[in-house]
């Protein structure tokens, strides 16, 4: 079965540069939410997204911004990338209930490391 | 505030013992509450949730509303129990976040 896509799956970038990352939903899911995981900590959700529109924010820096696309797929983009950025970050995607009861599969993560 | 408390980093156990890894939250109003583990080098996966009041890989987990808490068990530990848990917790319907617990690491021995 399909599941959630995210690339690129590492990014190494410097500091003060912009990242792009990307997630591709289980096909007919139209929530996408994305979720920042530090070192040795847990999941921290950032923003999420249905029907192209915001529907939850979290603690999402100013520097960051990501958008849900016709296609349902998103984009983070993070802009002036500090050290602290580097992290793994989750994307997730849920659909119609009943159908998923609402869950929301994960994808494998993208690894961004900024020196 | 929202808040998921996982009190053990760490949780050894041996093969065909008692599993229970410990859960509690806080939240004022009614949440939903997900177990979610995840293998070595594999992703995130939804265990269970509360709604469901299933019984997944021999895992259980029941919502205990006085005591806010919602602690996973499983009565006899296979070594492919092995993995990371995370207790998770949700206050809205859906596009709303979850809000996760610090993880448990539970490590059968044989």
């Known amino acids: 079965a399909a599941g959630v896509i995210q690339s690129p799956r590492h990014l190494i970038k410097e500091k003060r540069e912009t990242a792009t990352l990307k997630c591709y939903p289980i096909p007919r899911h139209d929530t996408v939410y994305w979720y920042q995981q530090g070192p040795g900590q847990d999941p921290q959700f950032l923003i999420s997204f249905y029907e192209k529109m915001q529907s939850d924010k979290g603690s999402i820096p100013d520097r960051f911004s990501a958008q849900q696309f016709s296609d349902y797929h998103s984009e983070l983009n993070m802009s002036s990338l500090e050290l602290g950025d580097s992290a793994l970050y989750f994307c997730?995607?849920?659909?119609?209930?009943?159908?998923?009861?609402?869950?929301?599969?994960f994808g494998p993560g993208t690894r961004l490391t900024v020196l | 505030a929202q808040r998921v408390t996982q009190p053990e980093k760490l949780l050894s156990v041996f093969k065909g013992a008692p599993v229970e890894l410990k859960c509690n939250y806080s939240?004022?109003?009614?949440?939903?509450l997900f177990w979610y583990v995840q293998y070595s080098r594999q992703r995130l996966q939804l265990l269970l949730r509360h709604i469901s009041r299933e019984s997944i890989k021999g895992f259980t987990a029941d919502l205990n509303k006085g005591e806010t808490s919602f602690h996973l068990k499983k009565p006899f530990a296979q070594e492919e129990d092995s993995a990371m848990y995370y207790c998770a917790l949700r206050t809205g319907g859906r596009g709303n976040k979850l809000v996760f617990g610090a993880g448990t690491i539970l490590r059968v021995k044989s």
């Open positions: 997730a995607s849920s659909g119609d209930p009943p159908e998923s009861l609402d869950e929301q599969f």
């Open positions: 939240y004022s109003g009614s949440p939903e």
